[in-house]
């Protein structure tokens, strides 16, 4: 513990008090990188959330009539090689995409987290064993582990997500995020509440769940959100080459797919807008994690 | 140093026999019957006496605990066992295809280095000016632009402003070299953007750390010249954390190289594999992945050496 009788501690603390009060403000002159990516994330929640009222047209409903139409008052992406409107594919896409990062980064970091601690905190075997397995998990290189996941276990719908592909797309975080939570972890397991909680006679699950696991809470949610556009660019990855979301699902990686690139050759907003969406969700989620990551771990570099 | 690298070759032996391990079982014992899908790849419905004698030709039908020692026993000579779909060795089918993969992955390697070096050094020298603006901006793009995307957008621009695409065929590095870094400099750079775009965040925010060293200063006080300084001193104690970001990033410059490899049509490891997972050979799917994962295990053994070799405040242990 600091000694919170020094000089320059209560000054330092004094300080920060006057600052606090408008911090999203603050949030958004330190990191303006970060607060744009704050936005971008916000608009594509609520953009796809309300694709229903958005889309002007049906994403699946084929328009032979209107096919590879290029952008214009009536489809304002243009149209693919089935006459669909880009526009809605992009939204619905949106939905996918969003859906599946968001739940595969937070099944993975939550049992790495979860792991990492118990992996601290029990010790001896226990901690030989679980660390030995994420090593193994980290030397497959992660689209190949995903890969192999989704080729064998093919689909599994529930809810209208793939539960296997975004397990596929979860597995490979689950190390990284133990490695930062074992860590943490292992300095946590010294201190005093810890002590005096198993004194007290509490379970291991309470004590890991209510009194370890929120000393982690600021590592866990920049990687949360790191790992969200890792997840986003693999689910694209893994749809581009046909073992991801499949047809009818609009996906962005599946308009890449097939033969777009061929039909880009005269047609080039068949692949530009569909990319333009991931890279633009990708570098949301990246600049916000960083931000984050600066806000939260005073120690990393500011610069970066 | 040979003794530090003898070791670390050996204890990396555990961790290959465990990815071994996991994928073999992640494959077999998995649901999902690989010779029924095999035979539907072929046509027509497999009647079940059919799949049960392919399974009998395979070796399929023996006990789980046998094939996984066959496995084991395989790995050890090198033998990854024959593909179900050709009938030709695995090892074979790979060394047929791996030369392309590796090729792209090198180039795109060189590339990244040849361009994040400068680029990170100039950022963190003159840094929060408009150069390092410019700079960044340019790696933040590297970042989010997913790179088959951005292979393709670049094949597009090469099309359309100079009519050009990439040579087809497979040209030899001996025979044809000029051909072959025609074909391979589109999806070297689609790739190889990404990467150099996380060296140049990592090499830019060392710089800027070692900048602030002492002996940076002492050297400034002894009146040494700027450029002299950042050559002699600054440049090689910012290598050491890129040069660690290079092993780690590698784990998804494979992936990007399996992906990269559909957008340019190119026949190598990627493309071999989702050729074996439409098939469900799964004796070439786990020749892949361990051999995705001793070249991922050795360029991070590598790179530790590398990094033994620069920094002399290194004790090899």
């Not at chain 1, 300080?15 to 330190?30: G, Q």
């Not at chain 1, 379970?203 to 949360?224: C, D, E, Q, S, T």
């Not at chain 1, 880009?264 to 600049?287: D, E, N, R």
Request: aromatic content about 10%; charged content about 15%.
């Amino acid at each position: 513990m600091r000694n919170v009788f020094s000089a320059p501690v209560s000054t330092e603390l004094l300080s920060e008090l006057p600052r606090r009060r408008s911090a999203v403000l603050r949030f958004a002159m330190d990191e303006p990188l970060g607060a744009l990516g704050l936005v971008v994330i916000v608009a594509s929640v609520l953009l796809t959330l309300f694709a229903p009222l958005i889309a002007p047209y049906d994403p699946l409903a084929n328009d032979y009539g209107a096919a590879v139409q290029a952008p214009s008052a009536l489809h304002w992406l243009g149209t693919d090689s089935f006459g669909r409107d880009i526009f809605s594919r992009v939204l619905y896409g949106g939905r996918t995409a969003l859906l599946i990062g968001v739940t595969a980064s937070f099944i993975g970091c939550t049992i790495g987290a979860l792991l990492g601690i118990g992996s601290a905190y029990f010790g001896g075997w226990m901690d030989l064993i679980l660390e030995r397995f994420m090593e193994i998990l980290l030397a497959i290189p992660i689209t190949v582990l995903a890969l192999v996941l989704v080729s064998t276990l093919g689909r599994d719908m529930m809810l209208g997500i793939d539960v296997n592909l975004v397990f596929a797309i979860a597995l490979p975080i689950i190390p990284k995020m133990a490695r930062v939570a074992r860590s943490q972890a292992l300095s946590m397991r010294r201190m005093s509440y810890v002590d005096a909680a198993r004194t007290l006679g509490f379970g291991h699950f309470r004590i890991i769940a209510l009194h370890m696991a929120p000393n982690i809470f600021g590592p866990y949610i920049v990687m949360l959100t790191a790992f969200v556009s890792q997840a986003i660019l693999i689910e694209a990855s893994l749809s581009y080459l046909g073992l991801g979301v499949v047809e009818p699902t609009p996906s962005w990686g599946l308009m890449l797919a097939g033969n777009a690139f061929n039909t880009a050759m005269t047609a080039p907003w068949i692949v530009i807008f569909p990319g333009l969406a991931i890279a633009i969700v990708i570098f949301a989620f990246s600049m916000f994690g960083d931000a984050l990551r600066d806000l939260l771990d005073p120690k990393s570099n500011r610069d970066r | 140093m040979i003794r530090y690298v003898i070791s670390r070759l050996l204890l990396s032996i555990p961790t290959l026999l465990g990815v071994a391990t996991l994928i073999f079982f992640m494959l077999n014992v998995l649901p999902g019957d690989a010779v029924e899908t095999m035979l539907r790849a072929e046509g027509g419905n497999p009647t079940p006496e059919l799949v049960a004698s392919e399974r009998a030709r395979l070796g399929l039908d023996r006990p789980i605990l046998v094939q996984y020692g066959d496995f084991l026993s395989g790995l050890a000579t090198f033998d990854l066992g024959t593909s179900s779909w050709t009938g030709k060795p695995v090892v074979e089918e790979i060394a047929l295809r791996l030369p392309v993969t590796l090729q792209v992955a090198v180039l795109a390697m060189l590339l990244a280095l040849a361009i994040a070096i400068p680029l990170g050094t100039i950022a963190g020298v003159y840094h929060e000016t408009w150069i390092d603006y410019a700079i960044r901006s340019f790696a933040i793009g590297g970042i989010a632009l997913p790179s088959f995307w951005f292979g393709m957008l670049i094949a597009l621009v090469m099309l359309w402003y100079f009519n050009w695409l990439p040579p087809l065929g497979s040209p030899s590095l001996f025979d044809d070299p000029l051909r072959l870094l025609q074909q391979l400099a589109l999806p070297a750079i689609a790739i190889g953007y990404r990467y150099a775009a996380i060296l140049i965040r990592m090499m830019r925010s060392s710089v800027i750390e070692v900048m602030h060293e002492d002996f940076v200063r002492t050297a400034r006080a002894k009146g040494l010249r700027a450029g002299h300084i950042i050559r002699r001193h600054v440049i090689p104690n910012s290598l050491l954390p890129t040069i660690t970001m290079i092993g780690l990033e590698f784990a998804l410059l494979i992936g990007s190289l399996v992906v990269i490899e559909q957008v340019f049509s190119l026949n190598g490891i990627g493309r071999l594999f989702l050729d074996a997972v439409s098939r469900s050979d799964l004796a070439i799917i786990q020749g892949i992945v361990m051999v995705l994962t001793v070249i991922f295990v050795v360029v991070n053994l590598l790179v530790d050496f590398a990094y033994a070799a620069i920094d002399p405040r290194i004790k090899l242990a």
